[in-house]
């Protein structure tokens, strides 16, 4: 995996049920690009997708609120201590509704908190969570984990080692499992509190990633 160093700032914007990333420096665009986003369509097919859209947002709950995705060099991933700036291209973040933020030094650690929360912060539970971002591998653009696909067994290590590896379509996770030595695909509901622990345990402890590929 590509270590490109600290990345410039992004913060991600919600434009109804869609993702938008901004760079730092262009912050001045963001509402622009918000805007051109949903402006309204100049023909009756346009103006159908448009309230397609905005029934999408009323939905999902998304709103056009900044989500920041940039820690601070105080910041620690809640389930292993580590600073997470440290590991910028593996980072991984989880907002809670009242704009609280958890950032995450991998998928791993990012799981481990989703389905044990308690145990981490035990003022918070999974209701109370508005997005869960992490890092795709090969772009390292921010997506929407509940959209993401993973590869689990493969060659690639994170910051804590085995690894599940992010990616943004089918198409890239089996190109992402032939090249690196994946062993399974799995969705985010598919990804289960077993999984994610046995990660830890090496490959004596993954029948159920099957055989590799």
């Known amino acids: 995996m590509p270590k490109v160093g600290l990345p410039p700032q992004k913060r991600v914007v919600y434009c109804g049920s869609r993702f938008a990333y901004f760079n730092s420096y262009k912050a001045d665009q963001d509402k622009k690009g918000c805007q051109n986003m949903l402006k309204p369509a100049k023909n009756r097919l346009t103006g159908i997708l448009f309230l397609a859209g905005m029934l999408s947002l009323a939905s999902t709950g998304f ?10 060099k105080k910041d620690k991933c809640p389930v292993c201590g580590m600073f997470v700036y440290k590991y910028p291209d593996w980072l991984c973040q989880i ?3 009242d704009g ?9 650690d990012l799981f481990k908190y989703y389905f ?12 109370g969570i508005d997005a869960v971002l992490v890092r795709e591998y090969y772009d390292l653009d921010f997506i929407d984990a509940r959209k993401a696909y993973f590869v689990a067994g493969s060659d690639v290590y994170g910051p804590m080692g085995h690894e599940l590896i992010p990616l943004a379509s089918v198409q890239d996770a089996k190109a992402f499992m032939k090249d690196h030595k994946g062993r399974r695909i799995l969705s985010f509901d598919e990804i289960t509190a077993p999984m994610v622990r046995s990660l830890d345990l090496g490959p004596d402890a993954w029948s159920w990633m099957g055989k590799q590929r």
């Open 95 to 97: 907002t809670f509704k």
């Open 116 to 127: 044990n929360i308690r145990e981490h912060d035990p003022r918070r539970n999974r209701t």
């Open 100 to 108: 609280t933020e958890r950032f995450f030094d991998g998928p791993k």
């Open 63 to 72: 709103t056009d609120k900044e989500i920041s995705v940039q820690p601070s």
